[in-house]
């Protein structure tokens, strides 16, 4: 599966502590990654 151009710095900044799961909702938002890879990052649904 090919990732967008953003999901390594989202995944990073959330494994990291730096986000937490609505960060990473916010990315989902702003179209930097796909509904799919937030599940992928943060383990849980949409």
Known sequence: ME???NYN???RYFVLG????GR????????WITI????EITGTTY
Request: net charge neutral; glycine share 4%; aromatic share 10%.
């Open 3 to 5: 990732h967008s151009s």
């Open 24 to 31: 990473v909702r916010d990315a989902v938002e702003k179209g």
């Open 36 to 39: 799919a890879e937030f599940e």
């Open 9 to 11: 710095k989202v995944k």
């Open 18 to 21: 730096v986000w937490n799961a």
